[in-house]
Nanobody, 115 residues
Framework: QGRLVESGGGLVQPGGSLRLSCAASGITFTFYRMGWYRQAPGKQRELVAAITSGGSTNYADSVKGRFTISRDNAKNTVYLQMNSLKPEDTAVYYC?????????WGQGAQVTVSS
C-alpha cells in the first residue's frame, strides 16, 4: 500500500519562499506521475504542478514562473519549490501519486502567506 508524507509547509510573508517535500513509500516511485494539488477554504482542489515518470512537467497558469516541481527518484521524493509567494497561494497542499488505476494522496501541508 502506497504512502505519501508531505513536509515543509508553514507561514511565510508575501514575496517569500517555501519548499514542500513529499516522501513516497510502498510504491515503485519511478512508475508514477507525481503531482501537487492545493485546496483553499471554500474552493475546489486544483492541480498546481505535475511531473511525469519521464520528467515532463506542467503547471497551473497561476504559478508558472514562480513554482518548480522536481523529483529525486533515488530518494522516492518529489519537491515543490515555491518562490514569490502571494496571499492567494494560501491553501492546504496535497501530494498525489498516480499510475494507471492506482492513486494515492498525502495528508496535506498547510501553507499560509500573510504579513
Amino acid at each position: 500500500q502506497g504512502r505519501l508524507v508531505e513536509s515543509g509547509g508553514g507561514l511565510v510573508q508575501p514575496g517569500g519562499s517555501l519548499r514542500l517535500s513529499c516522501a513516497a513509500s510502498g510504491i515503485t516511485f519511478t512508475f508514477y506521475r507525481m503531482g501537487w494539488y492545493r485546496q483553499a477554504p471554500g474552493k475546489q482542489r486544483e492541480l498546481v504542478a505535475a511531473i511525469t515518470s519521464g520528467g515532463s512537467t506542467n503547471y497551473a497558469d497561476s504559478v508558472k514562473g514562480r513554482f518548480t516541481i522536481s523529483r529525486d527518484n533515488a530518494k522516492n521524493t518529489v519537491y515543490l519549490q515555491m518562490n514569490s509567494l502571494k496571499p492567494e497561494d494560501t491553501a492546504v497542499y496535497y501530494c498525489n501519486a498516480n499510475w494507471e488505476r492506482l492513486d494515492y494522496w498525502g495528508q496535506g501541508a498547510q501553507v499560509t502567506v500573510s504579513s
